[in-house]
């Protein structure tokens, strides 16, 4: 038997551990911020800063994160990713006000930031050939994704019977039990000392997605042309332009910006942002609906996303099998857009959310395996830092957005929400329809130079 074989399947039960408390805190704290306001204050903005906090250092750090893994090795940053993280849980659960929990929120971001690529790449590591990854990969997302949209329900659950603080202190047995998995039965990765902390790019990074996420939270509590939004804006750019300079020219950038030159990982990595923006704003936004104009109580509010939560990992587990991933993109695409129609035109909630969930689990783990098939083996943690970072950024933006739609009025904010997810997952779609001729079921394609010859695409082969 294989190493692979026998060590896959435990890499396999730990990644999944690790990805699935990260997202299953995002989406189940959405639908206790109603109740979180009610007991610390803050209202609406607040509730946007203890879903954001988490989602803006995860995103501003996981580039550094997936970057150390490859330098140090996956499996040990992996499993100091599960020690911080299971503390600061226990930090939020004991948080006796809004700031304190907020801050313990942007340190579980941190954990978070260190778990999410380095289990991909202890996954992409453990399975290096092309159609066992994708299996893989399908697997991992699988994990998370119902994780993320069995969120909800379980938020809605603990809230209903012991209360919102109990939404954190459910992470630290999965946390224990997945630290302990890592420690004796994952194998760790090679470790490549070419790689080191871009501490400037860091800084940059981090000031243009807080800046970006304040001022969006601001705006709609404050209206966005208020002097104080537009400086936040403004530094954001600021900061923007500063790290594509830094990372142009520094010798080891957190993030190579020339893998952006390959056509499947630029794709890949705005597809991830775009359908972030569209799920987790949907999410937050209508668990406030759901609450304050309905009057659902937190549990009923988690039944209605429980339909969600099966067609997620049903979806997950087939996208691997439905040809190449831009055809599953393309359908995943369609499917959520008309979830988000059926919500505009009927409010039936949990039918439009399980449609929506459906072409979301379709579409994560074919963009993911595209990805980590355009990029060699030794690069896997930058990639996987790369798409989850946009992914995250992504969260930021959705729910800063869709939240100052909500602080409008919430029903008229929801419906706007609704038709900007059309409008993205129409987006998605066509960035999958463009890169046809060069993701066919893991063949290199074709593509015309400047003078008009064929020549062979120079890069790897996708997986899946």
Known sequence: MSTSLRTGPWTLVAASLGFGVVQLDVT????????????????????????????????????????????????????????????????????????????????????????????????????????????????????????????????????????????????????????????????????????????????????????????????GAAGFAAPAVLCLYGLAVLAGIAFVVVETRTPAPMLPLELFRRPVFAAASAMGLLVNVAFYGLIFVIGLYLQQVLGRSPLVTGLAFAPMTIAVGVANLLAARLGGPHRTIVVGSALLAAGCLTVLATDAVPVGLAVAGFGLGLVVPAMTAALLGSVEPARSGVAAGTLNTARQAGSVLGVGLFGALAAGGLHTGLHAALLISVGIAVAVAGLALRLRPRILDGRPSRVRSSRGRGVAARRRPTAG
């Open 28 to 219: 189940a704290v959405n639908v206790a911020v109603e109740p979180i306001g009610r007991a610390l204050g803050g209202g609406v903005a607040g509730g946007q800063w203890v879903v954001d906090a988490y989602t803006v250092t995860f995103a501003a750090l996981i580039l550094t994160a997936g970057a150390l893994g490859d330098r140090l090795g996956a499996r040990r940053l992996f499993a100091g990713g599960f020690v911080l993280f299971t503390l600061a849980s226990v930090a939020c659960g004991l948080a006796p006000g809004l700031g304190t929990l907020i801050a313990a929120r942007a340190v579980q971001g941190v954990g978070a930031a260190v778990l999410v690529p380095c289990s991909l790449a202890l996954v992409a590591h453990a399975h290096p050939a092309p159609g066992a990854r994708a299996r893989a990969v399908g697997v991992w997302a699988a994990g998370a994704s119902v994780a993320l949209s069995a969120g909800p329900l379980l938020g809605g659950l603990l809230v209903q019977v012991a209360g919102w603080r109990t939404l954190f202190l459910i992470n630290v047995p999965p946390g224990i039990a997945g630290l302990l998995i890592t420690a004796r039965r994952v194998r760790e990765t090679p470790a490549s000392g070419a790689r080191g902390v871009d501490l400037p790019g860091q800084a940059a990074a981090a000031t243009a997605l807080a800046a970006l996420a304040g001022a969006t939270i601001l705006g």
